[in-house]
């Protein structure tokens, strides 16, 4: 009786949060999965499957990584005909940003009410020129390669190369974003009751120059935290990184790994984690609790509804 | 005098329309430039410097073209590494939107005051599966060819390649569109006086399959169709079609070629235009002024002021 009380109570308050989701780069391609147009279009579904019932209860703000997607056009652009230049990873970036949210809009309109009105907003993100970031590149895109391969890469395009484990992967610089620019246009839609995809792989890297224009920046931005500054900036009341792990887990990889259910910011902030995977996510993850005293979320994509819930995934709190 | 009074008079009814402004891909790219990221940065500056006086003075909407950067983009696409297969027309062309909404977003961002929103929304456009176009494919995208290379192409790829005029380009099917999916997003952000950047390329070519679901289609949707189309959903006052040439011409590359100024439909009608330039542009005019009983025109990117004014470029009026 009482638990019927509770979940009552409980759905009462959950209902019609404003909650911003950051879907993994890996939740939309598998590790290892070749990046076929088709294999993406699958997970986008997966992902549209998982978004849907979430969408019916709260007001939905979806983001996106572009790490395999980004990293796939840069290799495409810099093999082409002569007379072209490679692009660089802004213009990638905000091509990643078409590519991803149109799969995205068509598959979730294709499992929602047609009435139910959609925008994928190109998102331009402001990064500090003086990011320590540029100096030293940890953000791995595009695809795997063998050691040969990615040293013959060094020495053609000058990419930096680093191991991911067993294989070679490229990895460019991952500034922290400063400021949103299509804010407005963002809130404006919500409260229409749009379903807003948007910032898309960390959103489009820019900078101002001396002259004082804004120009884009050859980097991907850290997409954890551009979601939570989209979620901070929304005055979001959660925000959930999606991924193919279904929580925080403490001594990964071990046989000791135990996954984390509730954590306060000073707790997890003690532990260590993965440079490539978790670090940047718990680091997004308290930094948007601190700023705001929301609760932010880590947790496997199909888990969605439970971690709205807070009964799945990884949850950190204030204290 | 009188001068005078008609200039007061004619500012005051010019004032605060609500113009859409398709952007020809010519416009974005001139003729025989090679597709460098700099070529089009430098071609999206010149047509920012175009729009932004005239988006002080009225409700703007930007759509532009996307032929030369879908064609460059799907042979990128084609030739890249053995694990991924070429991507269909419609992921290509949600990519060239990002692109390119990114650039005249940029651009234009940096000559307008901070204050102006802008947006550029991802756009979704049905076409009919039973178009006469998708049996005769006459859009040309992509860079110019041999006739050696062509037909290198048509053998590999199964592409269809059609002569120039001196050089092969690669043509699509390039249906009418029928509805624009994110038309009340876009609606709600130009009532905030946002400029809104969208329907790029046509929009993104979709079909209804025969369970009812929304998939991509293969092609490229006229774009000039499109804006007809975005022009009359959004009840604009005036549709412009920019290009590289400065008016429709009566008799184009001979010795009596004259510029056409202000025209009805029944006059246009009744004359011919080549098929891969003029004719699609007369056409998406006419049928606008048809529709709705306001002026399109057609004219040069650096004459827009005066072609708001109607005092440059091809005025095509109901009678």
Chains 1, 2 share one sequence.
Request: hydrophobic residues 40%.
């Amino acid at each position: 009786m009482y638990k019927y009380y509770w979940l009552i109570f409980s759905r009462l308050i959950q209902l019609l949060m404003r909650i911003v989701i950051a879907l993994g780069g890996n939740a939309l391609l598998r590790r290892g999965e070749p990046m076929t147009a088709g294999n993406q279009r699958a997970n986008v579904r997966l992902a549209a499957r998982a978004l849907a019932p979430l969408s019916k209860e709260h007001e939905l703000i979806i983001s996106h990584g572009n790490g395999p997607q980004v990293g796939l056009l840069a290799l495409q652009s810099s093999i082409a005909s002569e007379d072209t230049e490679s692009s660089s990873l802004d213009v990638l970036g905000a091509q990643t940003e078409g590519m991803i949210g149109y799969l995205i809009e068509q598959e979730l309109g294709n499992i929602l009410p047609f009435e139910q009105p959609f925008a994928t907003i190109l998102t331009m993100v402001e990064v500090d020129k003086n990011d320590p970031a540029f100096r030293n590149p940890t953000k791995p895109i595009g695809p795997f390669y063998s050691a040969k391969a990615a040293a013959k890469l060094t020495k053609d395009k000058g990419w930096v190369m680093r191991n991911d484990g067993k294989q070679w992967r490229r990895v460019v610089p991952s500034p922290i974003p400063l400021r949103i620019f299509e804010m407005r246009p963002i809130r404006w839609l919500l409260e229409k009751g749009t379903i807003v995809i948007c910032a898309g792989g960390g959103g489009i890297p820019t900078i101002y120059d001396q002259d004082g224009k804004l120009i884009g920046a050859d980097v991907v931005i850290d997409k954890d935290y551009a979601g939570a500054l989209l979620a901070r900036e929304l005055d979001a009341d959660m925000y959930i990184m999606a991924t193919d792990a279904d929580a925080v887990y403490t001594n990964w990889g071990t046989k000791d790994a135990c996954a984390i259910g509730r954590i306060s910011c000073a707790e997890i902030e003690k532990m260590n984690f993965s440079e490539g995977s978790m670090k940047p996510k718990v680091a997004a993850a308290t930094w948007f609790v601190h700023k705001t005293g929301k609760h932010a979320a880590i947790g496997s994509l199909s888990d969605l509804q439970e971690i709205a819930l807070e009964k799945k995934g990884t949850i950190i709190t204030p204290c």
